[in-house]
């Protein structure tokens, strides 16, 4: 069952912004109709399906420019709507005066709401389907962009079609008192209207194989919501900066922990442009880093963007710590707890300090509602959550209604270097997730110099920007090889390289073997005590990314 985490629709950086929200009943696009509105430039937010009627009622009634909803989306689900455990939202939604696209199952509900008719998985349809639909304002401006001369369906007369993805069991099969916008082979309501508010489509508008899709999803925002187009990146800077000014006041001050990796380095940037030197970022080597690493980053943020940076070299701590540590959650477990003792002893030294800047993202707040979730696992290991309480800070956050996406973009228009921008994602506790067993100085040596020689040829080759991530792993396994004349053993060193999407899922990289070929002989060369190289060409699931 769905869960985002967020039900607060009042609060944010983006505040003033009229918006849209999307209804989540758990469907597989849900994010995607976010992505894509938010593209159209209009500012939207998901939300869980069972938020309060009131809560709704209290971001319609605002003024508008004052953070006004000015529409409702239902997305999909996997759920059918005779499932007794399905999720259903307050169905007073439906008598709100604000205009309502449901898709697909939220379609589905909207017709199951107003008495209609709705078939239970007999004639499913899934993938291209065609679609005969009647102008109106949801298809506006659709059948002059020449599609209507494409007559392929004897069915259909004179009806303009367009070729629409659909994924669905149930049937809409009757909608009395509604104005049917659309059908298709096996559905004769894929699209309705109702009041000349309440829309539905069975298809997905919000994915690209739905032709004209976005031009839909654009009536529906512009011409059916009368939404202003006001979401872009220059728009969002400029708001955020003027909010982190707001916030820390004339004289606050604001501690970021600052890794490197684009979250961090995005809000650091922020919050400087917005308050200038009353921000100190601390920056702490745990000796996990990768090669270049530190210094890419003080040379970055020190010299280049003069910011303040506090350099904390904490590699001993680390080492010592995780000295005969071999299980990898206490390995996570432990580097979070050190690190959040030093940030703490650190923001202390500092003094006469009110602000902890963070930065965390949207899938991260909306994901970490999902227990057992990865990503809240993921976040409990590098969570500084209880610090702001334990120092007495106020937190900061600009970036928390951004998908990583749009991060990269607010990145580039605050001019961030390109090795920081396209730089592939780093674990929280770094090297340590790629060193299996016990972390020593010497294993660390031997994935730290491998996994720069992976990134390296990646690079020369022009495949780094291609894939998700890329690395070297070692743990305690050795095996012979022939150094000179002698037979001797070595470690064993895997190459992991994988592409995703959002990390969720990921499969290895079909690598050409010349590129394979040149990452393992380089790595045995030149980085002492391997002897063997493997490829890892494991999918995840089973598998995840990193092995510990
Ligand atoms: P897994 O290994 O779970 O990783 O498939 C999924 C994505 O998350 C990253 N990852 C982490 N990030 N702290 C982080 O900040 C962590 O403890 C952590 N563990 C994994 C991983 O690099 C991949 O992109």
């Given at each position: 069952?769905?869960?985002?985490?967020?039900?607060?629709?009042?609060?944010?950086?983006?505040?003033?912004?009229?918006?849209?929200?999307?209804l989540?009943f758990g469907g597989?696009y849900s994010?995607?109709?976010?992505?894509?509105?938010?593209?159209?430039?209009?500012?939207?937010?998901?939300?869980?399906y069972?938020?309060?009627?009131?809560?709704?009622?209290?971001?319609?009634?605002?003024?508008?420019?004052?953070?006004?909803?000015?529409?409702?989306?239902l997305s999909g689900s996997p759920f059918s709507i005779?499932d007794?455990?399905s999720p259903k939202?307050?169905?007073?939604?439906?008598?709100?005066?604000?205009?309502?696209?449901g898709i697909c199952y939220g379609a589905q509900l909207i017709a199951y709401?107003?008495?209609?008719?709705v078939?239970?998985?007999?004639?499913?349809?899934?993938?291209?389907?065609?679609?005969?639909?009647?102008?109106?304002?949801?298809?506006?401006?659709?059948?002059?962009?020449?599609?209507?001369?494409?007559?392929?369906?004897?069915?259909?007369?004179?009806?303009?079609?367009?070729?629409?993805?659909?994924s669905h069991g149930d049937?809409?099969?009757?909608?009395?008192?509604?104005?049917?916008?659309?059908?298709?082979?096996?559905?004769?309501?894929?699209?309705?209207?109702?009041?000349?508010?309440?829309?539905g489509?069975q298809?997905h508008?919000?994915?690209?194989?739905?032709?004209?899709?976005?031009?839909?999803?654009?009536?529906?925002?512009?011409?059916?919501?009368?939404?202003?187009?006001?979401?872009?990146?220059?728009?969002?800077?400029?708001?955020?900066?003027?909010?982190?000014?707001?916030?820390?006041?004339?004289?606050?001050?604001?501690?970021?922990?600052?890794?490197?990796?684009?979250?961090?380095?995005?809000?650091?940037?922020?919050?400087?442009?917005?308050?200038?030197?009353?921000?100190?970022?601390?920056?702490?080597?745990?000796?996990?880093?990768?090669?270049?690493?530190?210094?890419?980053?003080?040379?970055?943020?020190?010299?280049?963007?003069?910011?303040?940076?506090?350099?904390?070299?904490?590699?001993?701590?680390?080492?010592?710590?995780?000295?005969?540590?071999?299980?990898?959650?206490?390995?996570?477990?432990?580097?979070?707890?050190?690190?959040?003792?030093?940030?703490?002893?650190?923001?202390?030294?500092?003094?006469?300090?009110?602000?902890?800047?963070?930065?965390?993202?949207?899938?991260?707040?909306?994901?970490?509602?999902?227990?057992?979730?990865?990503?809240?696992?993921?976040?409990?290991?590098?969570?500084?959550?209880?610090?702001?309480?334990?120092?007495?800070?106020?937190?900061?956050?600009?970036?928390?209604?951004?998908?990583?996406?749009?991060?990269?973009?607010?990145?580039?228009?605050?001019?961030?270097?390109?090795?920081?921008?396209?730089?592939?994602?780093?674990?929280?506790?770094?090297?340590?997730?790629?060193?299996?067993?016990?972390?020593?100085?010497?294993?660390?040596?031997?994935?730290?110099?491998?996994?720069?020689?992976?990134?390296?040829?990646?690079?020369?080759?022009?495949?780094?920007?291609?894939?998700?991530?890329?690395?070297?792993?070692?743990?305690?396994?050795?095996?012979?090889?022939?150094?000179?004349?002698?037979?001797?053993?070595?470690?064993?060193?895997?190459?992991?390289?994988?592409?995703?999407?959002?990390?969720?899922?990921?499969?290895?990289?079909?690598?050409?073997?010349?590129?394979?070929?040149?990452?393992?002989?380089?790595?045995?060369?030149?980085?002492?005590?391997?002897?063997?190289?493997?490829?890892?060409?494991?999918?995840?699931?089973?598998?995840?990314?990193?092995?510990?």
């Amino acid at each position: 069952m769905p869960n985002p985490k967020r039900n607060s629709i009042m609060e944010g950086a983006e505040k003033g912004k009229d918006k849209v929200v999307v209804l989540d009943f758990g469907g597989q696009y849900s994010h995607l109709i976010v992505r894509r509105c938010r593209d159209l430039g209009v500012y939207t937010e998901l939300i869980s399906y069972d938020i309060a009627i009131e809560e709704l009622k209290r971001g319609i009634e605002v003024e508008e420019g004052e953070g006004k909803i000015k529409g409702i989306i239902l997305s999909g689900s996997p759920f059918s709507i005779h499932d007794s455990s399905s999720p259903k939202c307050s169905y007073e939604i439906l008598d709100l005066n604000i205009p309502i696209l449901g898709i697909c199952y939220g379609a589905q509900l909207i017709a199951y709401v107003e008495g209609g008719v709705v078939g239970e998985g007999r004639k499913a349809e899934f993938g291209r389907t065609e679609l005969l639909f009647k102008d109106s304002e949801l298809f506006e401006g659709i059948s002059e962009s020449g599609i209507s001369s494409y007559r392929a369906c004897d069915v259909v007369g004179q009806s303009p079609t367009i070729n629409v993805w659909m994924s669905h069991g149930d049937v809409i099969e009757r909608l009395d008192g509604a104005d049917i916008l659309g059908y298709t082979r096996n559905t004769p309501v894929a699209a309705f209207r109702i009041n000349d508010r309440i829309y539905g489509v069975q298809f997905h508008p919000e994915v690209h194989h739905t032709e004209k899709g976005a031009k839909i999803l654009w009536n529906f925002l512009y011409k059916i919501c009368g939404c202003e187009r006001n979401w872009t990146i220059e728009s969002f800077v400029r708001d955020a900066i003027g909010e982190i000014k707001r916030e820390v006041g004339s004289d606050g001050r604001v501690v970021c922990g600052l890794s490197g990796g684009i979250d961090s380095s995005t809000t650091a940037l922020l919050v400087n442009k917005a308050i200038g030197d009353r921000l100190t970022c601390i920056f702490v080597d745990n000796g996990l880093l990768r090669k270049g690493e530190k210094e890419e980053v003080l040379n970055t943020f020190e010299n280049n963007f003069k910011m303040k940076m506090l350099f904390v070299d904490a590699k001993e701590r680390f080492l010592n710590e995780l000295r005969g540590v071999k299980d990898a959650e206490a390995k996570r477990r432990m580097i979070g707890e050190v690190f959040i003792n030093i940030f703490e002893e650190e923001a202390k030294k500092l003094g006469n300090v009110d602000f902890l800047a963070q930065g965390t993202i949207y899938p991260d707040r909306i994901e970490s509602a999902r227990s057992g979730s990865v990503a809240s696992r993921i976040k409990s290991h590098h969570n500084v959550g209880a610090l702001p309480e334990k120092l007495g800070l106020k937190l900061i956050e600009p970036i928390k209604n951004l998908y990583k996406d749009e991060v990269r973009e607010v990145a580039k228009e605050l001019n961030m270097p390109p090795q920081i921008l396209n730089q592939h994602p780093f674990p929280g506790p770094g090297l340590a997730a790629r060193v299996i067993g016990e972390v020593t100085e010497d294993k660390l040596r031997i994935c730290r110099e491998a996994s720069w020689i992976v990134e390296e040829e990646l690079k020369q080759s022009g495949w780094y920007n291609k894939v998700w991530q890329a690395f070297a792993v070692v743990g305690d396994d050795v095996a012979t090889g022939v150094l000179g004349d002698a037979r001797s053993l070595g470690r064993i060193v895997t190459i992991r390289v994988v592409e995703s999407k959002e990390a969720m899922t990921a499969d290895f990289v079909k690598l050409p073997y010349k590129v394979l070929e040149s990452m393992s002989k380089r790595i045995t060369n030149e980085v002492k005590g391997v002897t063997w190289v493997t490829y890892a060409i494991s999918s995840k699931p089973p598998s995840t990314i990193e092995p510990c």
